[in-house]
């Protein structure tokens, strides 16, 4: 079984910071992507960052020279800076990766439960 383990959601104001972490659990083996998604108002997950193994990462245009996203090899973090109000939601951390039980040529998705990021105005 493998879990997504998330921290940092909090309550900010615009143009504060705010750090997000997140921690891969279990019997997963490798990973290829692991970023961030957030849920807002349209009550859908978009993508506002993510990384691959081989380093490479990949950003929203909404948050683009504000959110930076980093990784280790079980681990990634985002870090938010310049906050503003659209920001808020619920931000879900994004695994794909490998179980040594299911074998190298198939990839799964794990979410984690989602935690709250509130911007107030």
């Known amino acids: 079984q493998v879990q997504l383990v998330e921290s940092g959601g909090s309550l900010v104001q615009a143009g504060g910071s705010l750090g997000l972490s997140c921690a891969a659990l279990g019997s997963i083996s490798s990973i290829n992507i692991m970023g961030w998604y957030r849920q807002g108002p349209g009550n859908q997950r978009d993508l506002v960052a993510q990384?691959?193994?081989?380093?490479s990462s990949n950003y929203a245009d909404s948050v683009k020279g504000r959110f930076t996203i980093s990784r280790d090899k079980f681990t990634v973090n985002l870090q938010m800076n310049s906050l503003k109000p659209e920001d808020t939601g619920v931000y879900y951390c994004?695994?794909?990766?490998?179980?040594?039980?299911?074998?190298?040529?198939?990839?799964?998705?794990?979410w984690g439960k989602g935690t709250p990021v509130t911007v107030s105005v």
């Open positions: 990384s691959s193994a081989g380093g």
């Open positions: 994004y695994a794909r990766g490998v179980r040594a039980a299911t074998g190298p040529y198939y990839a799964e998705d794990y």
